[in-house]
């Protein structure tokens, strides 16, 4: 633990003496911020002084940067701690560290250029590893159907096929009623066995995967075997296999359904025997530009759009003539960096016209009366002349964890909290005296059964 410490510390010291260099001024941005929505659930702070108000700690500082940008500072960041009330796992915890960055008078390419950089000296400066050639650069539908996933891992191929059209219509009604048919071919795994196929197969029916059942295709020099052979003959199974770019002594894996239902599943298949394979080498990276996001995402729940990225980000500009007709083919002007199958970042260019951002959140579902009550400082300060800016943001815990060659930001955070959220050893959160509540006007229930 003290050497994972030992290793933030020196990323940390390389991440201040890159971003000085290139002009960036390190300032800090307060902790004690209004409530807004979108994104998760906010922490909330109880004020004394202003009875029955509230603070939130800020879960990034989003608005507050863009208002740096807007009061003039060209290039500003900071290694800033942030706040999510949300459910946590091995990458996620209540209190996280990230790499803040904004820049004014830039455009897409600009952030990408320096951040790529960046990205290079880190990995050369702290591991000894040299990128040379430039980053991959991949439009988000690309990831979504080549990998099943907009954080894609590139350290092993596998890539997805669409067999849909192929698949349909031989009578196989699994096939025949699915929206998309998708597959992928597995490394020299026609050797697997029954047992090793059913394992498999109870994998994709997990809840987490969600999948009803998985179909096989065993390659052969001279055969090929499916477990839809009774819909297919030899060269139609051939076929499919083909379209997967299967070669003799592997196994394609196919899974079907609602067209990102089926790549997601599919995706989670794939890491799986990746893992299996010994393809997941933690000392080997594979860092890319995932782009081109869309702008919005429909939820079926609450039957609205809500931002993939946040209400901030600029829409492509020959995609803004759709933002009222088809909201769903707005492309978002939004950036993520992506190494072995981890967001490490991400940012977008910011909306700096105030009626482009009024239009955005209209699409969101606020009403003008909504958005001012909620952002009105910032719409405000559009009204004195914002610069087009943008930036990102990296979560440095992530970054320490990659570099580190763990799967837990835990392991390079002083004092994480667990599962629960608990620091078990300060036995917090707690309890606090009834005069404490008092003087917040505060009043303690039972939660409801």
């Known amino acids: 633990l003290q050497r994972n410490m030992i290793l933030r510390h020196k990323m940390a010291q390389e ?5 000085d260099s290139e002009g960036f001024l390190e300032i800090e941005t307060p902790y004690l911020i209004k409530s807004t929505p979108e994104g998760a659930r906010d922490f909330v702070v109880p004020s004394r002084m202003n009875p029955n108000q509230f603070y939130a700690l800020p879960q990034s500082p989003q608005t507050l940067k863009q208002l740096l940008m ?18 946590l796992r091995a990458d996620r915890q209540p209190e996280f560290t990230q790499i803040d960055c904004e820049m004014s008078f830039v455009e897409q390419e600009d952030v990408l250029e320096i951040f790529e950089r960046w990205a290079k000296h880190m990995f050369r400066e702290v591991l000894g590893v040299e990128f040379t050639e430039p980053l991959r650069r ?15 891992d590139l350290r092993f191929g596998m890539e997805f096929a669409d067999l849909t059209e192929a698949a349909k219509g031989h009578g196989f009604p699994v096939f025949d009623e699915a929206e998309y048919v998708v597959g992928f071919a597995a490394p020299g795994c026609a050797s697997y066995t029954r047992k090793q196929i059913d394992a498999l197969t109870e994998f994709v029916k997990r809840p987490q995967v969600g999948a009803k059942g998985l179909v096989w295709i065993r390659v052969e020099a001279d055969a090929v075997k499916s477990s839809a052979d009774k819909f297919y003959t030899p060269d139609e199974v051939r076929a499919l296999a083909d379209r997967c770019g299967a070669k ?39 860092p890319l530009w995932v782009v081109d996001f869309p702008m919005f995402e429909w939820d079926d729940e609450t039957q609205r759009f809500y931002a993939m990225h946040h209400p901030f980000t600029s829409p492509k500009p020959e995609d803004v003539q759709y933002l009222r007709s088809d909201p769903g083919r707005v492309r978002a002007n939004a950036y993520d960096f ?12 910011r909306i700096h016209d105030q009626q482009l951002q009024a239009q955005i959140f209209e699409c969101l579902g606020f009403t003008p009366e909504a958005a001012e ?11 004195y002349g914002a610069p087009p800016h943008g930036g990102l943001a990296f979560g440095f815990d992530r970054l320490c964890s990659l570099f580190g060659g763990s799967d837990s930001i835990r392991d390079y955070i002083a004092f994480p909290k667990n599962n629960a959220g608990r620091d078990v050893m300060l036995d917090a959160p707690s309890a606090v005296a009834q005069a404490q509540l008092d003087e917040l006007c505060l009043e303690l229930r039972n939660p409801e059964a």
């Open 15 to 19: 991440i201040r003496r890159f971003l």
């Open 338 to 349: 992506v190494c072995n199958g981890t967001e490490l970042g991400g940012g977008s260019i």
């Open 248 to 286: 003799a002594g592997d196994m394609v894996f196919i899974l079907c359904g609602r067209k990102f239902r089926a790549l997601t599943q599919l995706c989670a298949l794939r890491l799986e025997v990746a893992q299996r394979l010994g393809l997941r080498d933690p000392k080997k990276f594979a």
């Open 70 to 87: 807007v009061a003039g500072y060209d290039r500003y960041f900071q290694i800033v701690r942030c706040f999510r009330d949300e459910d």
């Open 373 to 383: 009550e909620q952002f009105g400082f910032l719409m405000n300060a559009f009204r």
């Open 138 to 152: 991949m439009p988000w539908i690309e990831a979504m159907e080549k990998y099943g996933s907009d954080k894609p």
